[in-house]
């Protein structure tokens, strides 16, 4: 638990929210500021800021609860598709210092939609992108290959 985190007072229950789900690893509440409707968030009891902060158990078990929620969205909100997100780090747009999965359900014509650097028009070349591949192979270790 951290002072100050909103999600962590959620997660105590000393600030309001709409709850979705919850076990004895992770909550899932409503976004107060849903980019679509239906938009949640799977948040880790523990506090942790970054995704590689946490544990693998805890992560994978809020990866599993965003990808069965994104199907009952489907089911119950008649979304069409899903998208989840992590906002990993500030650069990244992480706005609560909490790690937590956005599942965003998806809708026609929702007006959601990403923006792609200028460089998305010129990609690399097979060279350049072998060079990319093998630098990350030479800083994996095992546990994080
Ligand atoms: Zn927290």
Redesign the pocket.
Known sequence: ??DQ?V??DIVSGTSPASWVYQDDTVVAIMDIQPITQGHMLVVPRE?AALMTDINETTAMRTFRVARSLAAIAKRALDAGGVNIFVADGEVAFQDVP?FHVHVIPRYAHDGFGFTFPGTYEQPPTRVQLDAIAEALRAAATPATA
């Open positions: 638990m951290s985190c999600f962590c506090h909490h």
